[in-house]
């Protein structure tokens, strides 16, 4: 089936660092989504993308849908100790929509 | 405005035993999702509903069952639990006019089956 590949797995960063994570898969998306988690929360959507090549900004965060459709990247600029979570790629199964695939996360961790 | 409803939030069960989870959506949104998200993974799609009708199920066993009330309010049921249930599992809700996978989750509901 469809897997997503998020990297890296974990990430340790000073603030104020800028931060990049991407997300790859073997198979072709036509939209790839962007959410982030807290501990103790569901996931909040930070970025969705819908076209290949499309690149969007949202404040401090960017994200790219790639041009072979196949991956994406995410970047966090000057970072701060609130974008503490765990940040996951997602993309719809291309049989349905409404089943959205999920990668395992990028854990991110900024010391103050 | 409210956001995602889930109840309980945290549940311990046995082996064997039932458990039922509600959702309330955002006021507006007719579409409810639920997903399963066990230590360390991404959600998994278990089903979505869409105004009282399953629209999708992700690859679960038929001990997995949902359902839509009038009000969009949902509820999902697993029945014989096995130790492999424990997870989050949430909801999340969407606008029937909303854009491929823009959904708002719930805090959800942590099961432990011992």
């Known amino acids: 089936g469809q897997q997503l590949n998020q990297s890296p797995q974990s990430m340790f960063i000073q603030e104020g660092e800028d931060v990049s994570m991407n997300c790859t898969s073997s198979?072709?998306?036509?939209?790839w989504l962007w959410y982030k988690q807290e501990p103790g929360e569901g996931p909040v959507l930070l970025i969705a993308l819908y076209k290949a090549g499309e690149l969007t900004s949202n404040g401090r965060l960017t994200a790219q849908f790639g041009i072979t459709r196949k991956d994406s990247f995410l970047n966090i600029s000057a970072s701060i100790p609130s974008d503490v979570g765990i940040y996951f790629c997602a993309g719809p199964s291309p049989t349905n929509n409404n089943d959205m695939r999920f990668g395992a996360g990028t854990r991110l961790t900024v010391k103050p | 405005d409210a956001g995602v409803t889930q109840s309980p939030t945290h549940l311990i069960k046995t082996r064997g035993q039932q458990v039922t989870l509600r959702c309330s959506p955002i006021s507006g949104h007719k579409s409810v999702s639920w997903y399963q998200q066990v230590l360390g993974q991404g959600p998994q799609f278990i089903f979505q509903y869409y105004e009282k009708e399953e629209r999708g199920r992700g690859n679960f066993p038929d001990r997995f069952s949902a359902r839509q009330f009038p009000n969009y309010s949902s509820e999902l049921n697993v029945n014989a639990l096995l130790l492999g249930d424990s997870a989050l599992y949430l909801c999340?809700?969407?606008?029937?006019?909303?854009?491929?996978?823009?959904?708002?989750f719930g805090e959800g509901s942590r099961l432990t089956v011992l």
């Open positions: 999340a809700s969407s606008l029937p006019s909303g854009r491929t996978g823009e959904l708002f």
């Open positions: 198979s072709i998306f036509n939209t």
